[in-house]
């Protein structure tokens, strides 16, 4: 069973930078797709970035420029490198895999805060 540990989480000023670390383990990871979503207090889940075996990456709009998704596939691990951030990133941040065969996998969430 696939695993993911998410790290790097925490409270901010807004303008400072994050780096969150996703590191995927167990059998059957087959790396198609990772990356990121996130969760506002009273809004829907969202896409914040993904990167995929191709290292093809796509971003959500409000963080292109400014946030940068990386992966190293030797340890099956996947970084989110967050600068100016603003209140609006403030969110529960989830970690996300697709296998090869289709199949998603989420993380517990870790919690970025940002203050003004």
């Known amino acids: 069973q696939v695993q993911l540990v998410e790290s790097g989480g925490g409270a901010v000023q807004a303008g400072k930078s994050l780096r969150l670390s996703c590191a995927a383990s167990?059998?059957?990871?087959?790396?198609?797709?990772m990356g990121w979503y996130r969760q506002a207090p009273g809004k829907q889940r969202e896409l914040v970035a993904t990167?995929?075996?191709?290292?093809?990456?796509k971003y959500a709009d409000s963080v292109k420029g400014r946030f940068t998704i990386s992966m190293n596939k030797a340890q099956n691990t996947v970084y989110l490198q967050m600068d100016s951030l603003n209140a609006e990133d403030t969110a529960v941040y989830f970690c996300?895999?697709?296998?090869?065969?289709?199949?998603?996998?989420w993380g517990r969430g870790t919690q970025v805060a940002v203050s003004i």
């Open positions: 167990g059998r059957g990871f087959s790396f198609a797709t």
């Open positions: 990167i995929s075996i191709d290292r093809s990456s």
């Open positions: 996300y895999y697709k296998s090869r065969w289709q199949t998603e996998h």
